[in-house]
């Protein structure tokens, strides 16, 4: 009887969580959120402003698609392109979104959460736009968090990073029909795969470097946006929004907790409102539970005046830190 004892538990944990999959533990000692860098974000930050405005399609979009497969590259992870063209209040344009896992065998499995930052600026004829907090902070720190997380392979394999592209609406704000279009595609490519392979948790970091950060987090899913994004996706597809909802109402305590943890709680909150930003079409298109980390207090959002000397690398280095230790410490040992 001993003898089949092994195989069966292993068939168990194959059935259920892949026999190979070990799990993941939380090590306060040796915690990942120990080692950002906000300079080094900063940094990374600073070169993505260097290259001007960035909206879909431009030229500097692309040099920025180029900066971060060589920075992500030089950390051990693989980058994968995901362009496709649709329709928009301009007419057909293409669209990149850039997806990151750590090694190639990482592509062959299933991850188990998201860490998600828009890369493009919105277009604006009459001045500059920069965006050096919407969305160079994100994209910036998302960089660095792939160094740190390259330190413990068994961290970074069961995370992908997604760089969506054309987050950012022609038009003035985003509708069903204009804007978050890389996420949603990206949602819409997810619901080809089996429940069962699809991520179980996803972060979206937008606007983390404001020098006065105050990080209220988007939880709440508005109803219009379940029919309206659901109907616009075409998909056919509805998820269990209920079910969504009671996930994220979790994820938002955890990140509570992972704040408290590092004594940073003043500044991160959770909005009363909701947010539309890319985990929208994450969570009421593919069904994955995600929150958007975003300091929408933010007196230069769409203005000229979103330059680097508003971010600090402080603001960076909280923000980071708190992504990573609920990372480590909640999401991935408690929502496999």
């Given amino acids: 009887m001993k003898r089949f004892f092994a195989p069966l538990v292993c068939w168990f944990l194959l059935a259920v969580n892949g026999c190979s999959e070990k799990a993941v533990t939380f090590d306060a000692d040796a915690a990942l959120e120990g080692k950002v860098s906000g300079e080094r974000a900063l940094e990374h930050v600073a070169e993505l402003v260097a290259f001007g405005p960035r909206p879909a399609g431009s030229d500097a979009l692309e040099k920025s698609r180029q900066y971060l497969e060589k920075a992500l590259t030089a950390s051990g992870w693989v980058t994968r392109r995901q ?6 209040p301009k007419g057909e344009v293409e669209f990149t979104n850039l997806r990151a896992r750590f090694g190639e065998a990482s592509w062959s499995g299933r991850v188990t959460g998201l860490l998600c930052s828009h890369y493009d600026t919105k277009a604006y004829g009459g001045f500059e736009f920069v965006g050096a907090n919407d969305a160079g902070s994100s994209t910036g720190l998302l960089v660095e968090l792939a160094g740190v997380l390259a330190a413990r392979p068994e961290v970074a394999s069961r995370v992908e990073l997604v760089f969506f592209d054309g987050e950012e609406a022609f038009g003035t704000n985003i509708t069903p029909t204009d804007g978050l279009f890389g996420s949603k595609h990206y949602a819409s490519q997810i619901l080809l795969e089996k429940e069962k392979d699809r991520p179980r948790w996803g972060l979206l970091l937008d606007m983390v470097g404001d020098a006065d950060l105050n990080i209220r987090a988007g939880v709440k899913i508005p109803r219009a946006s379940v029919r309206d994004l659901a109907a616009a996706s075409g998909s056919g597809y509805v998820v269990d929004i209920e079910s969504v909802e009671a996930t994220l109402e979790r994820m938002s305590r955890d990140l509570i907790s992972a704040a408290d943890d590092l004594q940073l709680r003043s500044f991160i909150g959770i909005s009363p409102d909701y947010i539309v930003d890319d985990h929208i079409p994450l969570n009421v298109v593919a069904g994955i ?13 769409h203005t000229p005046a979103d330059t680097l000397d508003k971010l600090s690398a402080e603001s960076l280095e909280t923000s980071g830190r708190v992504t990573l230790m609920l990372v480590e410490k909640y999401l991935l040992p408690g929502y496999p």
């Fill in 289 to 301: 539970p995600t929150i958007d980390l975003i300091d929408f207090d933010y007196p230069h959002w």
């Fill in 83 to 88: 362009t496709f063209t649709t329709k928009t």
